[in-house]
């Protein structure tokens, strides 16, 4: 995973962590809600995890917003 | 995977497949500037892939998108 990988993933996992914070919600109750083991969460939050899909839509979900916003690429063209 | 999580990941295949062709790529010439196979960039167009995060982003690389544009779950609250 080279350095711009990691800040990606760090960047999603920013995200995770300010919506759950947002919902008042500890990693573990997130893991629990998504179905999703707690030191799961931790390492999403870490940026330390390569996220499929479906687990990036589990986490959604609960934290009530679209996947697409736990993505935080910039726009390429901007 | 449930009929739900299919249906989200051929909404993901569907876009892929939209901006490939609005790039007049092949799935082959997709495949090798986003350095994965071409194999696999038909099993995430017919929605059959859970893509981990940083395969997604090679592939908005290439299709000049940002990556949540591929992510195509409409807003839960809508």
Same mark, same amino acid.
């Given at each position: 995973?080279?350095?711009?990988? &990691?800040?990606?993933?760090? !960047?999603? =996992?920013?995200?995770?962590?300010?919506?759950?914070?947002?919902?008042?919600?500890?990693?573990?109750?997130? =893991? &629990?809600?998504? =179905?999703?083991?707690?030191?799961?969460? =931790?390492?999403?939050?870490?940026?330390?995890?390569?996220?499929a899909l479906l687990s990036l839509r &589990?986490?959604?979900?609960?934290?009530?917003?679209?996947p697409?916003?736990?993505?935080?690429?910039?726009?390429? !063209?901007?």
């Amino acid at each position: 995973m080279n350095r711009d990988d &990691k800040q990606f993933l760090q !960047g999603v =996992g920013d995200r995770v962590r300010e919506r759950r914070l947002a919902l008042k919600l500890t990693q573990a109750e997130l =893991g &629990k809600r998504a =179905g999703l083991h707690r030191t799961f969460v =931790g390492s999403v939050e870490r940026g330390e995890r390569n996220v499929a899909l479906l687990s990036l839509r &589990k986490l959604a979900r609960v934290l009530r917003v679209p996947p697409a916003e736990l993505l935080t690429e910039p726009d390429p !063209g901007a």
